[in-house]
């Protein structure tokens, strides 16, 4: 079988993600024929099927709660349930808003407990820090470096754990983030007072 490779996005809100930036860098540098695709909560069995197909999937989301989103989640349960014949590699390519891309590590470790518990061998893992602002930033030739490299890894049959984030100060950091954040809700309407309350509806 051909070692192509299928992208499966995540995310809640995969068609206008974050992590659908990263999918196509992804498949722009991989040597390797890719395609792509999302979960969404009618899709599973369809998406199973399609995976046997495939030498390599590439799980590409963010970081939620410290976890994989429900999106996910429920895909993974789905799966579980499946009886595919033949079983891809898995790879993570997984982003978080934290400055820290060690923050990702648990999520990852929940794929890699999935695979492991379920016969898919477990490829390559990319964790990237301060996710939507990087690619954004003065420093996205780093996160764009390493999801070359990445893709490298995942067509080559490599299992690489690589990582990257800003290479800035905390307290700049913080400032960048908050100015970010702010910028982004006023496209929305949205005030920096709305943003500080806990309030996520009415």
């Not at 349960?77 to 982003?95: D, F, M, Q, W, Y």
């Not at 898919?120 to 764009?144: N, Q």
């Not at 290479?167 to 950091?173: I, T, Y």
Request: charged share 25%.
């Amino acid at each position: 079988m051909e070692r192509r490779i299928l992208i499966l996005n995540g995310s809640p809100r995969a068609p206008r993600s974050n992590s659908k930036h990263y999918a196509g860098l992804f498949a722009r540098y991989s040597p390797r024929p890719t395609d792509y695709a999302e979960i969404r909560r009618n899709n599973h069995a369809q998406l199973a099927a399609r995976m046997t197909e495939y030498g390599d999937v590439v799980l590409v989301f963010p970081l939620y709660a410290d976890a994989l989103p429900v999106t996910l989640l429920d895909f993974l349960k789905s799966l579980e349930a499946a009886s595919l014949g033949h079983r891809p590699t898995i790879s993570v390519l997984v982003n978080c808003g934290f400055q820290e891309y060690r923050q990702n590590e648990t999520a990852v470790r929940m794929v890699r407990l999935f695979c492991r518990r379920n016969g898919y061998a477990f490829g390559s893992v990319l964790m990237l820090g301060s996710g939507e602002a990087i690619l954004e930033s003065p420093f996205r030739f780093l996160a764009v470096r390493k999801v070359k490299r990445f893709a490298r890894s995942v067509a080559e049959g490599r299992a690489e754990v690589l990582h990257t984030t800003m290479p800035l100060p905390k307290r700049l950091f913080v400032m960048a983030s908050t100015r970010y954040w702010i910028q982004y809700g006023r496209q929305f309407g949205v005030t920096r007072e709305q943003m500080q309350t806990p309030e996520i509806e009415g």
